[in-house]
């Protein structure tokens, strides 16, 4: 593997962390504690291994700019930048939510985790769609 192979390999590990989070929270609602906890373990360590997978290719190898042009330009900036910011909450908000739930603050946990999934799988899907967009398509 090679620091060109990054991208895509981010994109995996997004795409896998938005699996997890889905599984993670089809098993809380079905009461199966154990079960989510290992799976939402399971999305925050892909989630590492992707953050550090980012650093690396981008601290190496910096940003592709956008190539497309006309509507799809905006629609990749809208995702892009929408991607960003709600990304920079990620870490701080997935770190307070799986402590609190490790710590059993059920009430604390679930509190701040009805804000964390949505966040969290929104920058999951959206970071496939970036990379999708940016080195998958075929722009005029």
Known sequence: MTLTDLPAVNAILNGISAVLLVIGYALVRQRKLDQHRRVMIAAFSTSVLFLICYLVYHANVGSKPFPGQGAIRKVYFFILITHIVLAALVPPMAIVTLVRGLRERYDAHRRLARWTLPIWLYVSVTGVIVY?????????
């Open 132 to 140: 999708i967009m940016l080195y998958q398509m075929e722009h005029a």
